[in-house]
């Protein structure tokens, strides 16, 4: 049983920072790759990290610099450190665990929190 539980998210003003974790239980984290995806309201979901079981990273261009995600296996948990916010960053907020094994593909969601960026 697979869960994912993401906390940190709230109300900050521009130019602040936020520190997302998601913590999984039940699941492969460490062969995992990890991601997080945001959805703005009218918007589709996003991508805007992720990283590989071997630390890989990768970052949409709209948060590059900004942005960075990590991940501790030992605590099964993945982090998503987030500086320099705009109010273009409010959006939910979902942590994603995908990989496969043995030739089974797996996809997990958490639940998502909420990020908001205003004055």
């Known amino acids: 049983q697979v869960q994912l539980v993401e906390s940190g998210g709230g109300l900050v003003q521009p130019g602040g920072s936020l520190r997302l974790s998601c913590a999984a239980s039940?699941?492969?984290?460490?062969?995992?790759?990890m991601g997080w995806y945001r959805q703005a309201p009218g918007k589709q979901r996003e991508l805007v990290a992720a990283?590989?079981?071997?630390?890989?990273?990768n970052y949409a261009d709209s948060v590059k610099g900004r942005f960075t995600i990590s991940r501790e296996n030992a605590k099964n948990t993945v982090y998503l450190q987030m500086n320099s916010l705009k109010p273009e960053d409010t959006a939910v907020y979902y942590c994603?665990?995908?990989?496969?094994?043995?030739?089974?593909?797996?996809?997990?969601w958490g639940q998502g929190t909420q990020v908001t960026v205003s004055s």
């Open positions: 039940g699941s492969r984290f460490s062969i995992s790759a």
């Open positions: 994603n665990e995908r990989g496969s094994v043995g030739g089974y593909e797996y996809d997990y």
């Open positions: 990283i590989t079981s071997r630390g890989s990273t």
